[in-house]
């Protein structure tokens, strides 16, 4: 006859596997649904669900049906959570090789955008909880980052932050989220809206 102490210790286990099983079907959904890993793992829960609005952003980001994509939303539509914040750290999960540029008009903002990311991986408990400690030991700043799973030698950081003031030459990138390189501060003259189509033009040539 089982002792209350041996009991006791099958459900343990019983539940630790319960566990482990939620989490390894949450990890994968997360690699595969961009919108399930934003809302759940990243906690966006402003988020329409998965019937709404941004489970259609999502899909339509992660599909990569196109090399390059202009993703013209409104503010406050939650666009940099998905795709600068959201799109990026699912991209890192799945490829840890991955070189990532972020790009904004300015150098400042890109790095907020970091920042955000960097809070996930150092602070988040259900995205640390899923994908483990990301959290680089060598090179881990406010304007570039290199995360611990990385397995290849590369000169570019895992993300690197430009502005239309910062601009970055001789690297190059398997991705660049340009969020926001247009205010009321560079569209008042032909001057300024040139110098952001020239430095559009640089990025495209860091691809």
């Given at each position: 006859?089982?002792?209350?102490?041996?009991?006791?210790?099958?459900?343990?286990?019983?539940?630790?596997?319960?566990?482990?099983?939620?989490?390894?079907?949450?990890?994968?959904?997360?690699?595969?649904?961009?919108?399930?890993?934003?809302?759940?793992?990243?906690?966006?829960?402003?988020?329409?669900?998965?019937?709404?609005?941004?489970?259609?952003?999502?899909?339509?980001?992660?599909?990569?049906?196109?090399?390059?994509?202009?993703?013209?939303?409104?503010?406050?539509?939650?666009?940099?959570?998905?795709?600068?914040?959201?799109?990026?750290?699912?991209?890192?999960?799945?490829?840890?090789?991955?070189?990532?540029?972020?790009?904004?008009?300015?150098?400042?903002?890109?790095?907020?955008?970091?920042?955000?990311?960097?809070?996930?991986?150092?602070?988040?408990e259900?995205?640390?909880?899923?994908?483990?400690?990301?959290?680089?030991?060598?090179?881990?700043?406010?304007?570039?980052?290199?995360?611990n799973?990385?397995?290849?030698?590369?000169?570019?950081?895992?993300?690197?932050?430009?502005?239309?003031?910062?601009?970055?030459v001789?690297?190059?990138?398997?991705?660049?989220?340009?969020?926001?390189?247009?205010?009321?501060?560079?569209?008042?003259?032909a001057?300024?809206?040139?110098?952001?189509?020239?430095w559009?033009?640089?990025?495209?040539?860091?691809?």
């Amino acid at each position: 006859m089982s002792s209350d102490f041996e009991i006791v210790s099958e459900q343990k286990a019983l539940k630790n596997r319960l566990a482990d099983l939620l989490k390894q079907k949450r990890r994968k959904r997360g690699l595969r649904d961009l919108h399930y890993f934003n809302r759940h793992i990243l906690e966006y829960k402003d988020m329409t669900d998965e019937d709404g609005f941004h489970s259609e952003l999502c899909r339509a980001v992660a599909s990569k049906k196109h090399r390059k994509n202009l993703i013209l939303m409104p503010r406050g539509g939650l666009k940099s959570s998905c795709i600068t914040i959201g799109y990026s750290l699912r991209s890192i999960v799945r490829n840890p090789d991955i070189r990532i540029l972020i790009c904004s008009e300015q150098f400042l903002t890109a790095k907020k955008f970091l920042a955000e990311i960097k809070g996930h991986m150092e602070k988040n408990e259900t995205f640390r909880e899923t994908y483990g400690d990301l959290v680089g030991k060598n090179k881990w700043a406010d304007a570039e980052i290199i995360v611990n799973t990385r397995k290849k030698y590369r000169k570019e950081p895992t993300i690197t932050c430009a502005g239309i003031d910062v601009t970055k030459v001789g690297l190059h990138y398997d991705m660049i989220i340009v969020d926001d390189p247009h205010s009321e501060s560079n569209i008042t003259s032909a001057e300024q809206i040139d110098k952001v189509k020239k430095w559009y033009k640089l990025l495209l040539s860091l691809l």
